[in-house]
């Protein structure tokens, strides 16, 4: 039992081995491209710095990943001082682009789509972000993330099927609706 035990330990940090190595190959492989489309990405949604991102600089191992950002100026943009809604701006960007550069086409989920976010940020992603992030893409909102008379209209040529969940507490239960929140 105890040599067993030694074995699958064995086995087990050479799996890891083997797949920090494989995903170092990947990384290595995709890491220009992924830069490249960060940086685009971000010189488009990232408002409080929107043209001013120079260069997206991947670490080159994922055991110690790290991603900077520095500014056209030539200083490295700290992502710990971006606000909360600069942080979910690079967080998207960077789900959107490791989507793309992915051999598969994944549908895309997002819930709370537009948490923090100022009116220049919601109108960027409205804009530039959802319509273009995937084949399929499901976003779990509200109506104050989504707002039905500005936000909805900007996506509405881009949307196939909306539904509205209507939770009664009392029954315990939900129910669901054809439309968003009223609009068909």
């Keep these: 039992m105890y040599k067993s035990s ?18 170092d190959s990947l990384l290595k492989k995709k890491k220009a491209q992924i830069e490249s489309e960060m940086q685009q990405q971000l010189n488009k949604l990232l408002v ?8 997206v600089e991947l ?10 950002l520095y500014h056209t100026a030539g200083n490295e943009i700290s992502l710990n001082q971006l606000n909360a809604a600069s942080k979910q701006i690079f967080i998207q ?15 895309v989920m997002i819930d709370t789509v537009m948490g923090v ?3 220049e940020s919601r109108d960027a992603l409205m804009e530039e972000y ?15 993330e989504i707002r039905t008379d500005s936000d909805y209209i900007k996506l509405e040529p881009f949307i196939s099927k909306t539904y509205t969940l209507h939770r009664n507490v009392e029954a315990q239960n939900t ?10």
Excluded: M
């Excluded at 960007?93 to 549908?107: Q, S, T």
């Excluded at 129910?175 to 068909?184: I, P, R, S």
């Design 6 to 23: 030694k074995n699958l330990i064995l086995n087990s940090t050479l799996w890891s081995s083997l797949f920090e190595k494989i995903a």
């Design 130 to 144: 959802f319509p273009q992030l995937a084949e399929q893409t499901i976003l779990l909102c509200t109506t104050s």
């Design 59 to 68: 670490s080159d191992s994922i055991e110690q990943f790290n991603i900077k």
């Design 93 to 107: 960007v960077l789900l959107k682009v490791l989507r793309n550069l992915g051999d598969y086409n994944p549908p």
């Design 117 to 119: 976010l100022d009116n």
């Design 175 to 184: 129910t669901v609706e054809d439309g968003y929140f009223g609009l068909t």
């Design 48 to 55: 409080s710095y929107k043209g001013h991102v120079a260069k």
